[in-house]
Nanobody, 115 residues
């Protein structure tokens, strides 16, 4: 499996969580990496991404200022740090890697924000 996601869980509003996605050294070194999320009845949404070619990070407006995507070079892992979580952030979060014309997906991990 090229991408292995971990983290997630249940947290109260205002809390924080981190989801992580570990990949191979080859994918980590050359791929653009990111996270999507999908809630029941809603379309899949791009949450955050790191464009390795442009050396920039993008965030959806709904998470800007609260979420941070981080490359962990020592572990070939990309983390999504999620702070000040809201009930609307509840979704299945999935990581992906774009390598050339190929997109690889990790398994989804559930994030639930509820009191």
């Amino acid at each position: 499996v090229p991408l292995q996601a971990s983290g997630g869980g249940l947290v109260q509003p205002g809390g924080y969580l981190r989801v992580s996605c570990r990949t191979s050294a080859a994918i980590f070194s050359f791929a653009s990496l990111g996270w999507h999320r999908q809630a029941p009845g809603r379309e899949r949404e791009l949450v955050a991404r790191i464009d390795i070619h442009k050396n920039l990070m993008d965030y959806s407006d709904s998470v800007k200022g609260r979420f941070t995507i981080v490359r962990d070079y020592g572990r070939d892992t990309v983390h999504l740090q999620m702070n000040n979580l809201k009930p609307g952030d509840t979704a299945v979060y999935s990581c992906y890697a774009d390598l050339g014309d190929d997109r690889f997906w990790g398994q989804g991990t559930q994030v639930t924000v509820s009191s």
